[in-house]
């Protein structure tokens, strides 16, 4: 069964931190992302990881966020650092089979998380 479980979200003060987690099953993937959606916005990409090590950022987040991976795991991880009220949010990983180009533009996923619930307070 092909599924994709979000952990790790939860409730943190300005500057702080937390992990995410996105573990695929029933699957391999080519490209990894999260995204987020804030109340009343759209959805925005986060960053993307292949499964062969690249990596790339939202501005937004760029040197904040860290994206990694457990190959072995079928995981991948989303570091936040530094956090502020601006990043609260739902964060879904999405997933495809193959390597996407422009990971963070593109709507051409293949699979969704449930989301997890990420919420800064100053």
């Known amino acids: 069964q092909v599924q994709l479980v979000e952990s790790g979200g939860g409730s943190v003060q300005d500057g702080g931190s937390l992990r995410l987690s996105c573990a695929a099953s029933?699957?391999?993937?080519?490209?990894m992302a999260w995204f987020r959606r804030a109340p009343g916005k759209e959805r925005e990409a986060v960053a993307f990881i292949y499964y062969s090590g690249g990596t790339g950022y939202a501005d937004a987040v760029e040197g904040r966020f860290t994206i990694s991976q457990d190959n072995a795991e079928n995981t991948v991880y989303l570091q936040m650092d530094a956090l502020k009220s601006e990043d609260t949010a739902m964060y879904y990983c999405?997933?495809?089979?193959?390597?996407?180009?422009?990971?963070?533009?593109?709507?051409?996923?293949?699979?969704w998380g449930q989301g997890t619930q990420v919420t800064v307070s100053s």
């Open positions: 029933g699957f391999t993937y080519g490209t």
């Open positions: 999405a997933a495809h089979r193959s390597i996407l180009w422009n990971p963070l533009t593109t709507d051409a996923w293949n699979f």
